[in-house]
């Protein structure tokens, strides 16, 4: 039947010039978000077919435990755990869209007066070091125009500025060059997190990893602000690991398993009741810590709206932490679950992507930037 086709392709040249270039010379068409947290590397390779993101494949790695020698550089946990995950689930996509986040990116909000876009190019050019907190020479910078649809009579440009250490990217273009991966993007976390949000536009997000938090916010689906919080995953399996007695690794299976260590209820014994508490004490600093920001922001943008918070990060992990959160701060509260916005085929454990997608918002929001331009 190949055969065939070949022939019948044959009396068109342009035919077989097409088939030739289809099936030899095709681009590939799925793309790889890898997010470089300071605990686990995560990534999530999407094909896009239709307009639909198809999930292909979904890896994590520590950073951390007897994988690595104790003299292992960052840089060489980062390699080896990439490296690992390509290998263990066959991941063909080469081209990847890398994250920057926590401390290692800046972004601000910032206004100029209304003018021509190569105007405004220079202006930011000459501004920028006024808002920047790098070594004039030592970063990268970009801007984007906010509010595009703003009314025409406005004489302000609001324009959102971002910029991040020569070190930290070269260091992540050094890496990928190293690894055989072609890097189409390099991009802000708080960015991808707003792919795969698509039910509000104004909301906060709080993304708690293994050891650092965030809380972010986002006005008409914009990252505003971000602001780093003393409260992260640990937090919570330190306090159950003391209170219990037990190792670290049983700690955090308990976090991520157990009903009701936050709400224990009056049958529980005294020991539970007594750490639930303990428990609701972080939860109260958490939500105190959101308020803050809230009404932070407030102060400088009397008009802003917060219709939802969104739970992000493995450190989110623990039983009834919305439920306790929504209580205290009175705006819904939800876990956030990023692979609603994806094509999931029956070969993936539904249980499996459930229980990890708190950890996959950022990757998840890489790899749908799309595919490759």
């Known amino acids: 039947i190949l055969w065939r086709q070949i022939l019948d392709m044959l009396k068109d040249k342009k ?3 097409n088939w030739i270039e289809n099936k030899l010379f095709s681009k590939p068409n799925s793309i790889l978000g890898i997010n470089i947290g300071n605990s686990y590397v995560k ?3 999407l094909k896009m077919e239709s307009d639909e993101f198809i999930l292909k494949n979904i890896a994590y790695a520590p950073l951390f435990g007897e994988k690595y020698n104790d003299d292992m550089s960052r840089y060489e946990r980062i390699f080896s755990a990439i490296t690992h995950l390509i290998e263990l689930h066959g991941i063909q996509s080469k ?4 994250s920057i986040g926590g401390r290692d990116i800046f972004e601000r909000r910032v206004e100029f007066p209304k003018m021509p876009d190569t105007e405004l190019a220079e202006a930011v050019k000459w501004d920028i070091e006024k ?6 020479d030592t970063y990268y910078y970009d801007f984007a125009i906010l509010e595009s649809n703003m009314n025409n009579e406005t004489e302000i440009l609001p324009v959102m500025l971002v910029a991040a250490p020569m070190s930290v990217v070269d260091e992540n273009v050094k890496m990928m060059q190293e690894l055989n991966l072609h890097i189409v993007a390099i991009e802000g976390e708080s960015f991808a997190l707003t792919r795969t949000i698509r039910t509000v536009e104004n909301y906060i997000v709080v993304d708690i990893g293994k050891e650092n938090g965030q809380v972010l916010i986002f006005q008409n689906n914009i ?3 971000a602001r780093n919080i003393p409260i992260f995953g640990d937090s919570f399996t330190e306090i159950i690991q003391s209170s219990l007695s037990v190792d670290s690794a049983e700690a955090e299976m308990l976090k991520q398993s157990q009903q009701n260590l936050i709400q224990a209820d009056d049958t529980a014994n005294e020991l539970l009741i007594t ?3 303990e428990l609701q004490g972080i939860v109260q600093e958490l939500s105190d810590e959101i308020l803050r920001t809230i009404e932070y922001y407030r102060v400088q943008n009397k008009d802003a709206v917060v219709d939802n918070i969104f739970l992000t990060g493995g450190g989110t992990r623990i039983n ?3 439920q306790q959160l929504e209580q205290l701060i009175s705006i819904p509260v939800a876990r956030h679950n990023p692979f609603a916005c994806l094509t999931i085929n029956d070969s993936f454990d539904s249980n499996y992507i459930k229980k990890v997608s708190p950890q996959f918002s ?6 749908m930037r799309g595919n490759v331009v």
């Open 223 to 225: 990252p505003i602000a």
């Open 362 to 367: 950022i990757a998840v929001g890489l790899a």
């Open 320 to 322: 009834g932490l919305e």
């Open 131 to 136: 808002y920047v907190p790098y070594e004039a």
């Open 95 to 98: 081209d990847v869209i890398l």
């Open 275 to 277: 750490l639930a508490k």
């Open 15 to 17: 035919k077989i010039l």
């Open 43 to 45: 990534m999530i390779e």
